[in-house]
């Protein structure tokens, strides 16, 4: 969404989108001594009231207050303009969500580091009597290792009246404070807790609770055992502390960062970030963004479903090796028991782990079985919507049988690593934005190939002979047995 020369907010050039949240999209833009800001757009829709904007305008005030270099402070605002806006600092830097993703789980010194930074940023906004609501990976930068706390997008004043309808429950399903979600009105503690559920992230690659749904997150919310598993030893005592159900219990910011500032945990894990990769993080100018790559990994998994239904088995073969590959070699990563300086290291990695190759492996079998009950449920759902239309035959239900197989297998609802490791292959094999769109223009002709096939073609079944004749038979005994029962 880049701007264009004419796009202005009052006195701000507007350069290219940056993101966009529940308020409004964000922009980098220029300041009349072109000075990099990001500029907050409200939406439109929540600018019609006068109310509103009295409200925004008191927030506006109060956030000014907060200063600190842990947080992106708000150096300007216009809330009486058509479309309202807030200015803060531009932080060049990358997200913590895309440095764990693409590099795996922090540790040692820099893992405290983001802990005590982020500690120290909700020290100065909770010292101006704002709550920032939305603490999580994706609103805090890394710039040289030092986190930058970003998005104001919905800080509430402590003092102030919600800016949100009654019952609305505002933030990011395993990073919001249970009392959000009780209808509390949220004080100071929701962000311990997002400070917790941020820095488990940091050292695990995962929120404490998962996930998924919110009602998923919030069942195991309910259960009260967070998963802390890779949060080191002498962190998680005051994580778990952090992440109490009790507002009332958990530590104030100003302990957290007490207690945080001499913490020893010890020296880092070396790095698995490839080359390539870091460059291309470093240089996002030049570089598409991490959904990009999600979805140009998403595109090569559809691509291969849908082979599947063309040639089921030899394709089934090829998505089983590609599961297998996948999975071992976000494993080498994430557990670091290699080094990986290049992208040729991130590609070779699982064939430099014989223990992650074994892990693979034995953790193939339960995902087969995973695809393979869904895929049979998938099959038997065509059957049954064949024979109720009147359409029922055996191609549609093997074609849609295989296509769903394949799928699961390699990137299924809480089927994770195969995608997370087809990500860091992608990103660090086309790192600029010319081979990325390169990559993206070839996986969208592969995968949009392979659909038409699968959806034009007779399925292949070498080197085995197409089963149709017991395929066929069995759908019409189905048909006679449905016909019975009418």
């Known amino acids: 969404m880049p701007g264009t020369e004419a796009e202005h907010a009052g006195p701000y050039h507007l350069l290219e989108f ?88 922090l ?30 990976p994706t609103n805090v930068m890394l710039v040289d290792g030092t986190p930058v706390v970003i998005d104001f997008g919905i800080a509430h004043a402590a003092d102030a009246t919600r800016l949100t309808r009654l019952g ?60 802390l598993d890779g949060v080191p030893a002498r962190l998680e005592p005051l994580v778990r502390a952090a992440l109490d159900r009790d507002p009332a219990r958990r530590p104030s910011a100003r302990e957290l960062a007490d207690r945080l500032r001499d913490l020893d945990l010890g020296a880092p894990e070396p790095p698995v970030v490839t080359r390539a990769v870091e460059t291309a993080l470093d240089q996002p100018r030049s570089r598409p963004s991490l959904v990009f790559y999600r979805l140009l990994a998403y595109l090569a998994i559809v ?33 670091r028991r290699i080094p990986v300086e290049t992208a040729r290291d991130l590609v070779l990695a699982p064939a430099r782990s014989g223990r992650d190759q074994l892990r693979s492996a034995i953790l193939l079998g339960p995902a087969v079985a995973y695809a393979g009950l869904v895929s049979t449920a998938v099959g038997v759902g065509l059957f049954a919507r064949g024979s109720l239309s009147g359409t029922l035959g055996s191609g549609v239900t093997t074609k849609g049988t295989a296509f769903a197989f394949a799928y699961m297998v390699l990137a299924g609802p809480r089927v994770m690593a195969p ?8 990103s660090g094999l086309a790192p600029s934005r010319p081979k990325a769109v390169f990559a993206g223009l070839a996986l969208a002709g592969f995968a949009a190939g392979a659909v038409f096939a699968g959806w034009a073609l007779t399925p292949h079944w070498w080197p085995f002979p197409a089963p149709y004749g017991v395929l066929d038979r069995l759908v019409d005994l189905g048909r006679d047995r449905l016909r019975d029962l009418r």
């Not at 088995?313 to 976000?330: E, F, K, M, P, S």
């Open 18 to 105: 940056l993101g966009e949240g529940g308020m409004g999209v964000v922009r980098r833009a220029l300041g009349h001594d072109d000075r990099e800001v990001a500029i907050k757009l409200l939406k439109p829709e929540l600018t019609g009231s006068p109310e509103f904007r009295h409200r925004l305008a008191r927030e506006v005030d109060t956030m000014r207050r907060v200063r600190s270099p842990y947080v992106a402070e708000v150096l300007d605002a216009d809330v009486s303009a058509e479309r309202p806006y807030v200015v803060t600092r531009f932080i060049r830097g990358r997200p913590l969500d895309d440095v764990v993703r693409a590099g795996g789980p």
């Open 107 to 136: 540790s040692g010194e820099p893992l405290r580091r983001v802990a005590a930074g982020l500690a120290e940023a909700l020290v100065a906004i909770h010292g101006a009597g704002v709550v920032h609501r939305d603490v999580k």
């Open 168 to 227: 609305q429950v505002v933030g990011t399903p395993g990073y919001m404070g249970p009392e959000i979600i009780e209808g509390a009105i949220p004080g100071p503690a929701v962000d311990v807790y997002g400070w917790a559920a941020t820095v488990t992230f940091a050292a695990s690659g995962r929120s404490p609770y998962g996930s998924g749904s919110l009602d998923a997150v919030l069942a195991r919310i309910a259960a009260g055992r967070p998963g």
């Open 303 to 335: 691509g291969a479903s849908a082979a599947c239904v063309v040639l089921p088995c030899l394709a089934a073969v090829g998505v089983l090796a590609a599961g297998w590959y996948l999975r071992a070699g976000d494993s080498a990563i994430r557990h």
């Open 419 to 426: 995608r997370r490791q087809l990500v860091r292959l992608l």
